[in-house]
């Protein structure tokens, strides 16, 4: 809420630099793969690059007519991808700061994007209640994956790509299919969505079942989900958040 971004040192807890330029609050921060970038988006309605060693603004990108809600580096590191309240996801070229695709087509604030392991796929999601797939070349939307009643705020690719998991206001986790665009399963039973949640896809395959334990002050919660996703799914508390989960079922006998 201070405009600013801090770098930490892990070993020492000292602030290595602050990272200060935004107009407004920061939003989101994402690292580059290689680490030697930070971007970051703000209510300022801007992008900024910036250089991990030195702390300097490396690139100002501006297009975007809303608050910047999401960032996401390409697996390359030579593409950025940023979802703002605008309606649109704007696809940005590392090297000039040229903006390259403006992705349009959902009907309210974009609250995610995440690119798929291989690069050449975006997934955003919505306050429409839908997920849209991009094809990173054209810009052009692949599927629409509808079935949430409420806003999309949080989608997570598979480590192998072909599945996509996302998180809603209407207390459900949905799994979908990428080259069908169909859902597999829808995940039920929160308490409380208002809690700051995030979904992980790991590549382990197991047997179904539930398991729940407590870590800290947190909640986990996996469930493992047996081929064709061959996948578990984690839905866990940021930050030391408590979740409270109720009736947790699957829509799909998989």
Known sequence: ???????????????????????????????????????????????????VDTGECIHTLQGHRGIVSSVAYSPKGDRIASGSYDKTVRLWDVDTGECVHTLQGHSWAVNCVVYSPKGDRIASGSGDSTVRLWDVDTGECVHTLQSHSSSVNNVVYSPKGDRIASRSYDRTVKLWSIETGQCLATIRGFSNVFHKMKVYVSPVPTKNHLLQEKELATDLLAYRHRPPANAEVFILGEEGSRIVFTGLKLDDDL
């Open 1 to 51: 809420e201070d405009k600013t971004v801090r770098l930490w040192d892990v070993d020492t807890g000292e602030c290595v630099h602050t990272l200060q330029g935004h107009g407004s609050y920061v939003i989101s921060v994402a690292y580059s793969p290689k680490g030697d970038q930070i971007v970051s988006g703000s209510e300022d309605k801007t992008v900024r690059l910036w250089g």
